[in-house]
């Protein structure tokens, strides 16, 4: 015999109002679109005091200039050029110079095994 009762039996929830709370379904569609933010443009950022905006899959300058982009874009694209061409020739230099140290080195270590043999061979004579 249960203490407290028979069975645990919640009281039931009220069913839910109908309605919408919200009173933007009584807005038009353009209104709508702009509260909710389903309108949203094309992306836009301020880059380097330049602002830019995304059209059809490539960021386009928003000032105007599009000749003064185009030869900055250019000298930019020559400059960069030069730098790898640059960046190339001292990873070659950097290579040889490598190259050259590690034979040294092994030149080296074989006169000093020489040499040790040399004096161990004259230890021997004597």
């Known amino acids: 015999m249960p203490l407290f009762g028979n069975s645990f039996s919640p009281k039931k929830t009220p069913p839910r109002k109908w309605s919408s709370l ?13 509260e909710l933010g389903l309108e949203y443009g094309s992306p836009t950022m301020n880059l380097a005091g330049q602002s830019l905006k995304f059209e059809n899959g490539h960021w386009v300058s928003e000032s105007g200039s599009f000749l003064g982009d185009r030869r900055e874009l250019q000298r930019l694209r020559k400059r960069n050029q030069q730098l ?6 001292l990873r ?5 110079l490598l190259d050259m140290l590690s034979e040294t080195t092994a030149e080296s270590h074989l006169m000093e095994k020489e040499l040790e043999e040399l004096k161990q061979h004259n230890r021997r004579k004597k």
């Open 84 to 89: 790898e061409e640059e960046n190339n020739l």
């Open 22 to 34: 919200s009173n933007l379904h009584l807005l038009d569609r353009s209104t709508r679109e702009v």
């Open 92 to 96: 070659l230099k950097v290579d040889i």
